[in-house]
């Protein structure tokens, strides 16, 4: 146990009750309150600077703080919420070099809070928010696959360690809150933060979004009063709301989302988090119906607080207050819309620093400020930030071990057979096997965006890892090829030769996210011009989703030798690839050790597991493709079928699978699944309701549940899906499909049909 | 005047008040309204037949009833209305061999309604409706340019008097009412019916939607008591509402629009229509906030009727009520939820004709069925069907010769010139021209879908017209080159030859509605399978708007050749056409005279007055474009730009135009133009107005005014823009702009702040 810093101190007579530990969280949250002053209040909500402006090494290997922190703890008082002090990243400029690593991280975050208390009349300590989209983005954090991977896992209890692991780092290292990723449902894959998005789907994304909350913050109520554990991190969920759903794909641009879309699609996962005890959430750039969220009274008080009960947190996104000065004509005025609007802490924004002058022209009644404070307070005080010295929690098992284990295995279970034509697994016949392609060989392009930068030697390629895997005798020959971007054709005769002289050749082609050096940055972090080989990530949307044009050319000349070939596709979103291969899989970005789970699959060691959480188009012509659009019949374009090429769901396995009917029964849906192949195999059965007799026009299939399933070969399991709280409402007539994808579902046979009882809550 | 059929026999005392032509046609209808069983109510709401199948040909010539309507009108006792017995198309089957001409539709009418009013009981005509996209859809009528040409005009007292001709066809052929497209916005160019859309903007597809209300119908009040002109037509405007936003530009698919997009983008013209008297609207397939619009209450009747209090006739689109047993369970209460929602008159569904049924099982009050039926009986009373023996109006002046004078005028100010390097107009210089391109020598796919066979001979193409036009000596050598669809290059060295050998080609590509025998229709009549040459069109979506094949080789060979090169497209919605040649100008499809339009303008006999109603995309990867997205910024797609290849507004003139900055002095807009050409010219200013302060977000630009302003070498006006009742809410604060573009908007030099005034609706 930590020792509490005050509660050491016996309890005086005069010592205000903020500081008793042993006092409810809300009764010290109004005390505290009652004694700060307008500006210390203001200062709360307020979350200005970026975290690497607020030290510096010293020669020593040391840190000192800067001029900057102190003129901001200066300004307010004390210091509200500090973003990013251990952000390392091409756009920070940290590196290995000048910012803090697993070792020194907690005691920079120490010395940073120690100044901010001391600096504050009250004592009162700042929050440390981290962004945690794919583990902790710090020098040495444990990079994990990115949510699209984690969605094609289909696995929320292994999210749920993976995400425990990083919020125990994040607090090991002294940070707080952890800045995450959830939210945002991904129906145009040329939106660059696709790779955020935990799919498709709303059903996927919300058991995955409780999975991220209980593993970060434990279960609620599992700790006492409210309190986080040591190891546990309240968690921003972000985006709300319906940031997947901006026009063209277009990053922080608008939505024209309807109200009923967003609630069936966009808010399940939201709603799913802060029922499982979420925090905080962040307010999207987006507009919805009209307003950018950040201004968006009817999103967060109307909807969030009064209609869902949320008591949390309201956070920004970056400069997302600032950005409403475009309607109310400057920023004092945009501090006060967003404030009254239900944001409680800025990021970054000038808006929210002049919210004394705010209140003093009437723009702001003072009762609205205080309980965004109080809110904020709150927070610190579940945290334990006024009850312990600095910010340290107990030393953490090592990190990289744990980190490295977890990190592969979602890797592994995302890693996702579209297409096989007996290529895979690599026979044992095979004795040459060329390795080929700009993603083949290199760990930089396989994480997502935000990655630190990592120690030489971090992570494992897929020629790496066949290198280790590949049974002895086996001769791999490795050539890239082409580079992931732009037209130089003068690596692929080589590619052809090594393709020409194997038994089989592996291709592993795809994006990146990587940011470099050379990469423009917004004032907000999003890139603004892809340089290098940045396609993907934020602020890199890609109109046509396509590949670098030499890697279509190398494809087509590997194909052209008759070697049998398995494409490997490293990605952040789908591309537009071919069927020219005999065999198709993606791993997404599965993060640095995720060439290890790539050649398992390919050499057979590991079953491929993962599930599409996306449908893969045909091409940017044919956009939008979901599976769960309204339930119209639509032959088609003329120049092109409007159905994806891949569905959501499908994933083949070496075994293969038969679906019995499926059956009702009370509240239960069951059916029989043989392993008909012959090999052990895992299959996901996904549950599909279709809407019979319903008020509104219903989608054509709607996922409501889904169960892995291990079956030796020849073996027959029942896969039992109890009918949850989620079914709709009352009256509505419904049939269940249980199917092994969208598309399969569409023909499977049905349950009779079940009409959802008077107690079903919509 | 005619004869009043009833009125002609003195009135007796027991004679039936809605057969004395002097009531006030409320008083008539209530009266009729008593006296009907439920049975004959029902059957004025069933519009079931499709005309083709009420007659046939006699071998006289002249025509016969067929068992068919014996049947229909022996059912209810009468006849609601009866859909397209003029149609004539491929999918009808009716051509000048079996089908009414000008010469005898009338006849034809007559004896249809003499059959229906003697079968029945109470002596009800039926109401004969026709599709009047672009000009009466029947044998002989003048087919006009597409919709979307007229958008370009931006000139609705040119399709004032356009429409006008063609409500007077209709009437003269003993016609009632005119469908009449006018309310889709075309948002995405994939959507096969983008051509039957006034454009992407709603106050320019406000203006022309009263233009073709005020046209065919008449001033509002204009006829006494609410009758109609014997020379005018009730339109129903379809579509009501938002189907210009089926998601993927897929054909009756769903919206996903929000209703605040759905208002201030897609309804506007409706609203604008129904203020200057439109009769009718037709219910849209796709849904609006979650329910189709012909099952869906809050817009047909909350909106429509209760907020907007249109006291109009709704429509439903074909066979759209039965779709609605998909959630229904059946057709009877597809039929009673389509009428509750406010749906009076159904299109070939089976679910209306079960309304006596619904009625009896309780679905269905008498007093809504009575309401839809009233609505009916209402507009056979104000077209005077009670009171005239038949149909017949007084003969028109010859039809062809004014339908050609008014089709040909409306496409000469269509055509818009996009590119021009100097290319056009042909210089005198020219003494040999190339003209080539598969859409060069036909007019066969220079009109819109839904047009009836024409006589051989009828219409003009490009060859032809530049071979009346080009001055004499110019030698002129023509050549396809390729089709319009597919890959076939084989005809390309021959018009490669033949440009090489010119001073000037002339390249005329493109695509087509053109349905042929072998095009295959869904019941409702969308083309099901694009055959032939058909990719534009209901049904005949494109998702990678391109051209054939090998028209791009086409164009690619003849560019190559150095002659210099203006392409022309003929086109139903924007296609992507790379700027290769020296200049670029679009027609639409600009009807069967477009030809003589097009080499005017390519001869400098014509200025170019046309202005893009759409913007231009640069491929399908990058929709959606339009000018009036919010105002977001937007720094690009990595792979590209998001911004339009032409904008919306644009169309360059042969003159040039200088616009002095803008005055804004009290409730009017002021700015200077003037023409820096040396030719005289005709330009289309425009009024953006951008929103400053507002409670929801705005967009970039809102056109909210246009005028065209015929200018001399170096002569300067001053053009006005009256601010009028559009103006946003009362303490909005707008800029305006007047410029050339959209684009030229988005940097032109606005006036100052207008703040929206108290009294100023929304």
């Avoid at 996904?686 to 054509?700: A, N």
């Avoid at 027959?716 to 499909?737: I, K, N, S, W, Y």
């Amino acid at each position: 146990m930590p020792t509490p810093d005050h509660a050491a101190t016996p309890l005086a007579a005069d010592r205000p009750r903020y500081l008793d530990p042993a006092a409810p969280v809300d009764a010290r949250v109004r005390d505290l309150l009652s004694r700060m002053t307008l500006r210390e209040r203001v200062g709360q909500l307020n979350q200005r600077m970026y975290g690497w402006n607020a030290y510096r090494r010293t020669p020593d290997g040391g840190f000192e703080l800067t001029d900057a922190l102190y003129a901001e703890t200066e300004r307010f008082e004390g210091l509200g919420a500090l973003y990013g002090l251990q952000r390392a990243d091409a756009w920070s400029g940290v590196d290995h070099g000048n910012g803090p690593g697993a070792e020194d991280a907690a005691a920079l975050a120490d010395l940073v809070q120690r100044h901010v208390v001391g600096r504050s009349r009250l004592g009162i300590p700042a929050l440390f928010v981290e962004e945690v989209p794919h583990g902790l983005m710090a020098l040495d954090g444990a990079v994990l696959p990115v949510n699209l991977a984690v969605g094609a896992t289909w696995n929320p209890e292994l999210y749920e360690r993976a995400a425990a692991h990083a919020a125990a780092e994040l607090r090991a290292r002294g940070g707080h809150v952890a800045l995450v990723s959830a939210l945002d449902i991904a129906r145009d894959p040329r939106w660059g933060r696709t790779e955020e998005c935990f799919g498709e789907d709303p059903y996927l994304a919300a058991r995955l979004t409780e999975a991220v909350v209980r593993g970060m913050q434990g279960e609620p109520g599992g700790a006492p009063a409210g309190l986080f554990a040591a190891d546990k991190a309240p968690v921003v969920l972000k985006h709300f709301a319906g940031q997947g759903a901006t026009v063209g794909g277009r990053n922080s641009a608008e939505s024209e989302l309807g109200l009923r879309e967003l609630h069936e699609i966009h808010l399940p996962a939201a709603r799913a988090g802060i029922r499982a005890g979420a925090a905080a959430v962040m307010a999207a750039y987006n507009e919805a119906d009209g307003m950018p969220c950040s201004g968006n009274r009817a999103l967060l008080t109307e909807l969030l607080r009064e209609s869902w009960g949320f008591e949390g947190l309201v956070m920004a996104d970056g400069l997302a207050v600032d950005r409403l000065a475009r309607i109310t004509g400057d920023k004092v005025s945009a501090g006060a819309l967003a404030l009254n609007s239900g944001v409680d802490l800025s990021l970054w924004d000038e808006g929210f620093t002049h919210l004394e002058e705010a209140v003093e022209r009437g723009l702001v009644a003072e009762e609205v400020l205080d309980a965004a404070v109080a809110r904020v307070l709150r927070l610190k005080f579940r945290l334990g930030l006024f009850d312990r010295r600095g910010t340290q929690a107990p030393p953490l098992p090592p990190l990289p071990a744990r980190g490295r284990e977890l990190s592969t295995a979602v890797a592994r279970a995302a890693v996702t057979l579209l297409r096989n034509d007996g290529t895979l697994p690599i026979p044992a016949t095979v004795s040459r096997i060329a390795v080929l392609g700009p993603q083949s060989a290199t760990v930089a392009h396989q994480s997502g965006d935000y990655t630190a930068p990592q120690h030489p030697g971090t992570g494992t390629s897929v020629l790496d890892a066949l290198r280790t895997l590949a049974p002895p005798g086996v001769d791999l020959r490795h050539a890239p090829g082409c580079a992931l971007t732009g037209g130089d054709l003068s690596g692929i005769p080589e590619a052809v030769a090594a393709a020409a002289a194997s038994d089989l050749a592996v291709l592993v082609l795809g994006g990146s996210s990587a940011r470099t050096p050379d990469t423009e940055f917004d004032a907000n972090g999003a890139a603004r011009t892809a340089v290098s080989h940045m396609t993907c990530g934020e602020g890199a949307d890609l109109a046509g989703l396509e590949l670098g044009r030499a890697q279509y050319a190398l494809l087509d000349a590997v194909a052209a030798t008759g070697t049998p070939t398995a494409v490997v596709l490293i990605q952040g979103r789908p591309h537009v690839v071919p069927d020219t291969a005999g065999a198709l899989l993606t791993a997404w970005y599965p993060g640095p050790w995720g060439g290890e789970a790539i050649a398992e699959v390919l050499l057979g060691l590991t079953e491929p597991v993962g599930r599409l959480p996306v449908s893969v188009p045909r091409s940017a012509a044919q956009l939008p493709v979901y599976y769960n659009h309204k339930d119209t019949e639509y032959g088609g374009y003329v120049d092109g079928s409007a159905e994806p090429l891949y569905s959501f769901g499908h994933g083949l396995s070496y075994a293969s699978f038969e679906y019995g009917p499926p059956r009702l029964s009370g509240h239960t849906v069951e059916a029989d699944i043989t392993n008909a192949g012959r090999r052990h195999g895992r299959c996901v059965a996904q549950l599909y309701l279709r809407r019979l007799r319903t008020p509104v026009w219903p989608r054509t299939l709607e996922l409501c549940g889904f169960r892995a399933v291990d079956l030796a070969p020849g073996e027959t399991r029942t896969v039992t899906f109890p009918l949850g709280a989620d079914l709709p409402g009352r009256g509505t007539v419904v049939e269940f499909r249980v199917a092994e994808s969208a598309r399969a579902a569409l023909t499977a046979v049905p349950t009779q049909s079940f009409t959802a009882p008077d107690e079903t809550p919509l």
